[in-house]
Structure formats: C-alpha cells, structure tokens
C-alpha cells in the first residue's frame, strides 16, 4: 500500500480564486505521493460559501461526505446531501454551493494531467 493517511493531519488550503466563498481543499492522493493517474482532494464549503463557477476539458467525480449542497450544472440546480455522487462532464460549467446549515465536505478526484 503506498499512502495510508487521516484527513485530519492534511493541511486545509483556502480556495483562492474569483467566484470562491468560504471554500477550501485538501489534497489526499496525489502525483508526489505516486499516483500515476487521479488526484483525490477532499473539498469544504462553509454554510453559504461555494466553489468558484467554471469548466474544464476533463471530467471529475464527487461524492459528498457530510452537509447539504446545490449542484448547479449547465442549466440545472440539483440538491444534493450525504451519500451523494457527482458526474462532471468534460466542459460543463458547474459549481457547488453549501446551501445548508452546517459545513458541507465532499470527496472530488480529477485526473494528474489537469493539475497545474
């Protein structure tokens, strides 16, 4: 097994990029821990926060741990909550907003060769 981990001891960077509110990230697997193809970061958004609206040319996939969230896609708003899972399509506009009352935390892997 090459990375055994706690979330907990991974440091919390602050999203910081436009359209980003109350949201931040850890990185769990990634490139520099061996991982040839996927990055798995683990996404908080504070209750009224949200991640930055946008797209890119590779899909991702999510699944939400704990909270309440809207998923807006495309032309879409979908609720969302604990034991959801997500598909973004390559080149969907999307965007997640914690629309509860308690910090929403949510699993999102994305492929390395997205990473900048």
Same mark, same amino acid.
């Given at each position: 097994m090459s990375k055994i981990g706690n979330s907990s001891e991974v440091k919390s960077e602050k999203m910081e990029v436009d359209g980003a509110k109350g949201a931040s990230i850890k990185w769990l697997i990634t490139p520099k821990d061996g991982a040839p193809n996927f990055s798995m970061r683990l996404i908080i958004i504070e209750p009224n926060g949200q991640s930055p609206a946008h797209s890119h040319d590779f899909e991702h996939e999510m699944f939400i741990l704990e909270g =309440?969230? !809207?998923?807006? %896609?495309?032309? %879409? =708003? !979908?609720?969302v909550s604990e034991g959801s899972f997500i598909f973004i399509k390559p080149g969907e506009f999307h965007t997640v907003k914690n629309t509860g009352t308690k910090v929403c935390k949510f699993l999102c892997m994305i492929p390395n060769y997205s990473i900048k």
């Open positions: =309440e969230a !809207t998923v807006v %896609s495309d032309n %879409s =708003e !979908t609720k």
